[in-house]
């Protein structure tokens, strides 16, 4: 352990939401290690508002220019260490200068390319969340544990879902049908064939970009008792939504990891992602997790983030998920 306490520590991670929620479990371990030291954070403007869901981060520096605007915002010179948990050009130019101050998370970039490559699996699999810790425990000199991350929703989110949505806590699923590329969720009409073989109402989550994806759901599924909150729902609201749900079905997306920072059951899609890259749910024994993947596959994974649309033309690795299973997973679950 250093001899001296910090006082100011500075996380650094632009974007997106799945990987923002992970940094929590940095800025709580913080927090747990030193209780009166201010944990500060860089964002992208528009995930300032989900920041909002960690308390232990007390002030928010975001990204609304350019980085020398950003740089002119903040006084690196008060910050006992700086973990840039991003790790890219544009976090290095904004610390650049910076010297003896700053930590960087190992990107295992080369792993990546040789499991998108090669499919030449890591010998061991690190999340990324323990990636995230690493920085930590190179400043503190010391084998430290790291704190799952905590997700708080804010009192105005919680809202009332039988009057809002007609729907009672833990007797509907809840499914995320977006992420941020084409193949890492399931085709429409594969997400239609899922929601009329549950057997449960059904509530979709999404963002506004998954809100006609939504509405067609609805308008071609053989039941009624199918919801829509993708798009009018903010990400707090999301979360309380899914919260309070039987259970989370969902895709390789931001949602799945707010989703592991409660105690609920989740059944995760994998399309051209794999939990082998290290960012599958944190956490998992806060409740029950099971993955659904179409496994043999030569070329999957085949990107460490996704396309918008097959590379081979066949989606297999979506186009071959049983969705009679899944649906039979969920279907199995007490209300």
Known sequence: MRSRIPQRILLVRFSSIGDIVLTFSVATTIKSLYPNCSVDFVTKAGFKELLEACEDIDHVYTLDGSLQQLRNKIDFIQYDAILDLHHNLRTRLLLRFQFGKVYRFPKNNLEKWLLTTFKVK??????????????LRVFTKTNITGTAPKYLIPTEAKIDLEQTLQLAPKKY?????????ATKKLPIDLLIELVNKIQLPVLLLGGKEDTKDAEFIISA???????????????HESAWMLKNS????THDTGLMHIGATFDIPMMVIWGNTTPDFGMYPFNTNRGSIEFFQSENLSCRPCSKIGHQQCPKGHFKCMRNQDIDLLAKRVNNLKV
């Not at 699923?173 to 590329?181: D, R």
């Not at 039987?246 to 079905?249: D, Y």
């Open 221 to 235: 599924v053989n039941k009624k008792d199918v919801y829509s909150a993708a798009g009018s729902a903010t990400i």
């Open 246 to 249: 039987i259970c989370l079905v």
């Open 122 to 135: 890591p010998k061991q699999i690190r999340h990324i969340t323990e990636r995230y810790l690493e920085t």
């Open 173 to 181: 699923v809840a499914l995320a049908i977006g992420a941020q590329f």
